[in-house]
């Protein structure tokens, strides 16, 4: 079968690249190696957890059996956990002493289905910093270059925040902030006025919290404070591929979707220099089968997409497929992760909230723009939020048995605060993606190797994470009750990102500054694999936004007959 286009993965990036370019008139086969779901039939979020099995907890001996990475992931449950793989069935492996947590999605729509939905902007001294102080390579994009493709997505998929002015957390297409509550209003009342460059927000959100028409269309509803958007949001009210992109896709009539569609490998034409098709194996016959296009985008997921890009190698390309510059697989970059405080916040105990927001508070990076730095570069924000802790959490405590247990379960606990710094991770080409060299997958695909862990920088932020976060609760007078003393496993932090990164020159980079493969003209890299650093925001809304903006760029080089 043959197609104007095949994007290779259906979540948060290749979901609007198949949108863009169906809306641009091409007929767009999109492959996606997991299940099929329906939102009206696999979403669960309108049972309580009294209605799953175990109180919605995975039985242990299923977890280290079936799900021992993927449990370590905050959304994994038993309401959740068809939308993982399991990692008894899809292997990969690692190098002794650098664990490394991949998260992944298995099914149509990704990990858009189940993510955090956290939407921030790089800024201009984001793309600059590479080129600043050395690391990595330069970005071929400013800030200038993306904006207008901001503008689209945030426009598109809806975002709630306020706009604050910051040039390290640029604004944008808002719709109205989710309110802070009364404890988080005096939480940034006294941090803003005890540091005079930090500032306290409500987390930039992609829910819809006053949905608009062309939501509506759409079939999307605004949010109902449930916050349970992890099992996916029945009334389309969070953004995923499932409730936004793909039905915007399905709209146009140009959209195929094939599901249970291992990508085995990309196929190459070297006397044209140009892709020609995909090999897939069918995830349940195991049968091959080739789709054949004039314009392919990889958005198979950072690891996903390298390990298919290394897995295309020929005797044209031995290093694998777009591979001429070695960087293919390296620069595996997660933001530092796991570096939480929890504090108590006194008094106010006539004071509630309604409802639950999808968002928190989040604090914007401030060392190295406002305050200086001691022993690190580049810096790191902050998500978090206050709350009021549940009666469950009040009354059931250890030793508290029969009548007291009834007394406190209708008490309501202390307001109980949380920071969570995300730092920027240093692109490092040691950090990399191989193919294993024996071991392969039920398909006969070698399976990934990944080698990665943290840096001299990385490492240098951490007690600076962790004592910032405990000045700012402090100063607005909580007891702090606890700090993790180490960061999470690379990986947790489910922001991968950097091994086909962008570039101005082909003898360092992967894709150039439209995602184009600079050896392989109808070859576009558009997912986490492309960026070239970090920054220290959640990358989600820049990878739907150098999509959009690599599927307008291809779409015109076809008409002007280029490729």
Same mark, same amino acid.
């Given at each position: 079968m043959s197609f104007d286009a095949i994007v290779i993965g259906s979540g948060m990036s290749g979901g609007i690249a198949a949108k863009e370019l169906c809306e641009r008139g091409l007929k767009v086969l999109v492959l996606e190696r997991g299940k099929h779901i329906d939102p009206a039939k696999d979403y669960m979020d309108h049972q309580m957890p009294w209605e799953f099995p175990n109180n919605m907890q995975v039985p242990q001996d299923e977890l280290a059996r079936d799900y021992p990475v993927q449990s370590e992931c905050y959304a994994f449950s038993e309401a959740t956990k068809k939308f993982w793989p399991k990692d008894s069935e899809q292997p990969y492996s690692t190098t002794d002493g650098k664990p490394f947590s991949w998260i992944r999605g298995d099914n149509l729509g990704g990990r858009s289905v189940m993510w955090g939905r956290q939407s921030y902007r790089l800024s201009q001294m984001d793309l600059e910093a590479n080129a600043k102080d050395g690391n990595g390579c330069d970005w071929p994009i400013r800030y200038n270059d993306l904006a207008p493709w901001y503008d689209h997505i945030e426009r598109f998929i809806g975002v709630a925040g306020s706009k604050e002015g910051l040039p390290q957390l640029p604004d944008g297409e808002f719709l109205p902030a989710?309110?802070?509550?009364?404890?988080e209003k005096k939480f940034k009342a006294a941090v803003e006025?005890?540091?005079?460059?930090?500032?306290?927000?409500s987390g930039r959100t992609a829910n819809l919290s006053v949905a608009q028409p062309h939501h509506e269309e759409l079939g999307r509803a605004s949010c109902q404070n449930r916050s349970i958007c992890e099992r996916g949001c029945s009334y389309g009210a969070m953004h995923s591929s499932l409730t936004s992109s793909l039905p915007a896709a399905q709209k146009t009539g140009n959209l195929t979707i094939v599901t249970d569609a291992i990508v085995h490998s990309i196929i190459h034409d070297a006397k044209t220099g140009r892709a020609t098709g995909v090999r897939v194996i069918d995830a349940q016959t195991k049968e091959g089968r080739t789709y054949e296009a004039k314009l392919f985008f990889l958005n198979a997921s950072t690891i996903g997409s390298a390990q298919i890009l290394l897995n295309s190698a020929t005797d044209a390309n031995?290093?694998?497929?777009?591979?001429?510059?070695?960087?293919?697989?390296?620069?595996?970059?997660?933001?530092?992760?796991?570096?939480?405080?929890?504090?108590?916040?006194?008094?106010?105990?006539?004071?509630?909230?309604?409802?639950?927001?999808?968002?928190?508070?989040?604090?914007?990076r401030f060392r190295n723009i406002t305050e200086p730095a001691e022993g690190f570069i580049r810096g790191y924000g902050y998500q978090g939020g206050i709350s009021r802790?549940?009666?469950?959490?009040? #009354?059931? !405590?250890? @030793?508290?048995?029969? /009548?007291?247990?009834?007394?406190? #379960?209708? !008490?309501? @606990?202390?307001?109980? /605060?949380?920071?969570?710094?995300?730092?920027?991770?240093?692109?490092?080409?040691?950090?990399?993606?191989?193919?294993h060299a024996s071991r392969t997958d039920k398909w006969g695909i070698p399976i990934p190797h990944i080698n990665c862990a943290h840096g001299a920088n990385e490492k240098a932020m951490i007690k600076h994470v962790q004592s910032d976060a405990k000045a700012m609760l402090e100063a607005a007078g909580a007891n702090v009750v606890m700090q993790t003393s180490e960061p999470a496993k690379p990986g947790l932090g489910i922001h991968e990102m950097g091994t086909a990164r962008m570039g101005l020159d082909s003898t360092t980079s992967v894709v150039n500054g439209f995602n184009q493969s600079h050896e392989i003209a109808n070859l576009f890299i558009t997912d986490g694999a492309a960026m070239t650093s970090s920054g220290c925001q959640n990358p989600s809304l820049t990878y739907m936004a150098l999509s959009a903006r690599a599927a307008d760029h291809a779409v015109k080089l076809m008409k002007e007959g280029v490729i």
């Open positions: 989710f309110e802070l509550n009364d404890a006025a005890e540091f005079a460059g930090r500032k306290v927000i031995p290093r694998g497929l777009a591979n001429g510059s070695d960087q293919v697989g390296r620069n595996l970059m997660d933001h530092v992760y796991g570096l939480v405080t929890i504090a108590i916040f006194p008094g106010m105990e006539d004071r509630y909230y309604r409802g639950r927001r999808p968002t928190g508070i989040y604090v914007p802790s549940s009666a469950r959490s009040t #009354a059931m !405590q250890p @030793g508290v048995v029969g /009548a007291e247990v009834k007394q406190r #379960a209708g !008490q309501i @606990g202390p307001w109980t /605060a949380f920071l969570a710094g995300f730092g920027e991770m240093l692109p490092n080409p040691n950090n990399r993606v191989t193919l």
